[in-house]
């Protein structure tokens, strides 16, 4: 199951703001209303015009993106992401962000959004109250308590941003590596020597607590 990141409607738009400030390409993988939405905000608050534009309340699948030439032009577009066949159309724009906002499968993604030097994130548009939630000492206190560390701060509910115990340090490493290879387009040697170097490092580890485990045994 993918880890989406969350998106406001504020969001999203210092999103566009932001790779229109850097001339960089961007496409969005959205529904309905949040196609509508970004074609309204183009079009009102920057005064682009679509150089292909389709909207229709019956499909609720869109590619919504910004292309930059290099003799400074750029052109928009909103469009239908699904050919008459049913199967996702192919983009194979060059350094570009992609946003996906669609229930698009990993695999699907790969597949058709196929730029290269590109980024692409999986994403959930919620509303304001949500990322409030999120961001609660509420939750991050909940996580703390469920590591069972021996820092004597942290049994006194002290929070600090990253526990420094061995377990949380592999945890760490381990989710960073896992986030790298699905945020990431990475070639399949180098997903590989990911794979490679995360089975090392648990060996490593397994056999480690292994020994020290038995050089108690034998001294008791």
Not at 1 to 10: E, Q, R
Not at 39 to 44: E, K, M, Q, R, V
Not at 88 to 93: F, H, V
């Amino acid at each position: 199951m993918l880890n989406k990141l969350t998106y406001t409607l504020p969001q999203i738009t210092e999103i566009i703001d932001e790779h229109l400030e850097l001339s960089r390409n961007f496409l969005f993988v959205c529904d309905f209303s949040l196609a509508h939405y970004i074609y309204d905000y183009l079009s009102n608050d920057y005064g682009i015009e679509f150089y292909s534009l389709d909207l229709s309340s019956e499909v609720d699948e869109y590619y919504v993106s910004m292309s930059f030439y290099t003799d400074s032009e750029m052109k928009s577009f909103c469009e239908f992401a699904r050919c008459k066949n049913g199967q996702y159309k192919y983009d194979d724009m060059d350094n570009i962000d992609y946003y996906v906002f669609c229930d698009m499968a990993f695999g699907e993604a790969r597949e058709y959004l196929g730029g290269r030097y590109s980024k692409i994130e999986f994403c959930e548009l919620v509303d304001e109250e949500y990322i409030v939630e999120e961001d609660s000492n509420v939750c991050e206190q909940e996580y703390v308590e469920d590591n069972d560390c021996e820092d004597e701060d942290l049994k006194d509910n002290e929070l600090k941003e990253q526990c420094d115990c061995p377990e949380c340090t592999k945890n760490m490493y381990l989710a960073e590596s896992v986030r790298t290879m699905f945020e990431n387009q990475l070639c399949p040697q180098h997903i590989f020597e990911m794979l490679q170097d995360i089975y090392d490092k648990a060996f490593d580890d397994g056999y480690e607590d292994a020994r020290n485990e038995m050089k108690d045994w034998l001294e008791d």
